[in-house]
Structures are given as structure tokens and as C-alpha cells.
């Protein structure tokens, strides 16, 4: 089983889009997939599910079945985790249910970090609860979890990454995004470090995760394409990707040799702005890429939907390779019946 956290501090470059259409394309192709709401925006999750359920998930009380209702025994400081919910979507695609109580387990965590130095085993508890939810959560047999997360440095961040095999930074070719990597390469080197360094202070009998967050690249969303903006200021943007994703994320030495983006062996994909798919997909809850003539994609949508399989079951291939887990072409009846291509 192989964990993979969608992550850019900077806010609105399609994390939660991509780790709900990736879940939807690895689970097509055969691979059981379980995607994990660890934003406590809970986007991800509304996007999975109707209002309906929402309502039902999210009561006055307790939430038994979403992620803060399987942290709440460690929140409240009455016990460990509890057995988390899956939310099966298809036989080979579940999820966790996000929850904004999720954000009450910020300061458990922030507290839980300096304690960890000091050999504390309830703060080791705290630290590698989503980890160990994971594992919980993916034993029907999950190979692939896909984290989605919040835009930021924040202490849940730091422990969902902790709990990741790999990483993937979505970005956009704009100052915001390139920015955001700045701060995040050095980021995710320290939290990796420092966690290196606890492990050799963790109890013994605690199952760990190794903290390796290792990038698997990044994928460019091409938002900034847009009329009104200058082509020139975007080429440049573009241009400084690989330079600036080699020193910040991967802290090595500027050199001469640096492929231009659509070359360069460390961007996974140059996704399109769906303008015209997302809105149609939002509203009838599907991936953009399994949309039908009876929802609403008929005309020059047709194609649209076809090439927009094609780029991200391309990307999925590329995740699955990094990730060492085989994507064959098998695609299960039930969900061959969804698809337009
Ligand atoms: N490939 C795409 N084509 C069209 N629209 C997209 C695409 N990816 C994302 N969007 C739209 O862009 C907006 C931001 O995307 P999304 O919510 O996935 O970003 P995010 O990085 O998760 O944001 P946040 O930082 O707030 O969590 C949404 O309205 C989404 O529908
Ligand atoms: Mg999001």
C-alpha cells in the first residue's frame, strides 16, 4: 500500500480536483483506491457525496463516521484512534469522510511535536494518528491512499505528510504558486529530518510511519491560461518551474542543464483548464471524464471528455509508475459503463 499526499501551501491550484479524478481513474483501472479527506475544508468529501449523506455524516453530535469521529477518543484524551468509516463509492474506491471538526486536532498536534523529543508515547500516539488511520482504513485491501490536503504549513499538514510515501505538488505557473514552492521544498526537508531524528526516539511497539514524503514531481494546472492575461507573463512563469522545483524541493545545485517543462522528467503532467467539463461534473458528481451525452456533455463536450480520460488516466500511469504499483488497462463493467471513451 503506497500513500500519496496532493500538497502546495498556496490555496486554489486543484489539489482536492485532482485527488478526487486520480482516486476515480486508479480505481477504474483495477487498482483498489481509498482517497482521505485530511482538509478541513472537507471538499473533497462534498464532492464525493450528496448533500444528503453530508447531512446524515455531519450531525449536531459526535460524527461516528468521518475522520474527526475516529480522532475524537485521542481529542478528547480518553484513548487512541477509533476504527475509521469508509465510505465505499464503488467496490474499489472508498473514502474517508473529512470533517471541519478536523481542525480542533491542529493544537493536539502543534502540542504533540516538541513531546515527541522527549520520548513521549502519548504525544508518538498523536503524531502518527493519521498514519495509523490509514492503515486501519485501507485493510479491505486499498494499494493506493491519496491524501488531499489544506493550503498551508500547519501542523495537521506536517503529520498527513508524515504519514505520506509521496508527494505530488500541483501547481500553477503564476508568482503565488512558485512562491508557495519556495517555502515548501524547505518545508517538507525539515519535517523529513526532524522526523528522522524521532524515530530513533519512538516506542518500539507503535507501528511508524518512515516520513519519507519523497517527490513524485509536479503537475502544472494551467490556470493562468486565461484571455485576459499576457502570454508573456506566463511563458515566464513556465520557464522557471524546473529551476525553482530543483532547488526547493529537491535542494540541488543550479546548473546550466535544465529541461524546458514539457521535457523535464519531473513534471507529471501539464493538465488543461476544463472550463467548460468541471461545472457539468460538479453538478451531476461524477468525474469529468465519465460524463454522458445525458448529462450534459453533448457537442464539442464529446471530445472534451475523451481527451480529458486520456490526460489523466496518463497521469495516473505516471503516479502508479513513481509509486511502483502496476496500472494495467483494466477497467471493471460497472464503472466501463460510466465512461464516454
Ligand atoms: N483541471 C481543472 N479544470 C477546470 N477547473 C478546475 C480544474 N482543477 C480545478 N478546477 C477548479 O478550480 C478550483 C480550485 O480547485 P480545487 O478546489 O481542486 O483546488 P485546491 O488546491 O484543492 O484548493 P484549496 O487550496 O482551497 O484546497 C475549483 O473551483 C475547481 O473546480
Ligand atoms: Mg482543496
Redesign the pocket.
Known sequence: MKTIAFF?N?????????V?HLAWMFADHGIPTLAVDL?P?A?LTAMFLDEERLEELWPDDEHPQTVYGALRPILRGIGDIAKPHVERITPSLGVVPGDLGLSRFEDKLSDAWPRCHNRDESAFRIMTAFHRLIESATEWGAEMALI?V??NLGAINRSALIASDQVCL?LAPDLFSLQGLKNLGPTLREWRDIWGELLTKAPSDLPMPKGAMQPAGYIV?Q?GIRDSRPVKAYQRWMERIPSIYRAAVLDEKPTSRIPPVDQDPYSLAL?????S???LA?EVRKP?FFLKPADGAIGAHVDAVKSCYRDFQHLARRIAQSAGIAMNGYRSNTQLENSNS
Open positions: 502546495n498556496k490555496g486554489g491550484v486543484g489539489k482536492t480536483s485532482l478526487y482538509d475544508q471538499n488531499d489544506g493550503p500541483p494546472m490556470h493538465l488543461k483548464h476544463y472550463r467539463l468541471m461545472p460538479m469529468m
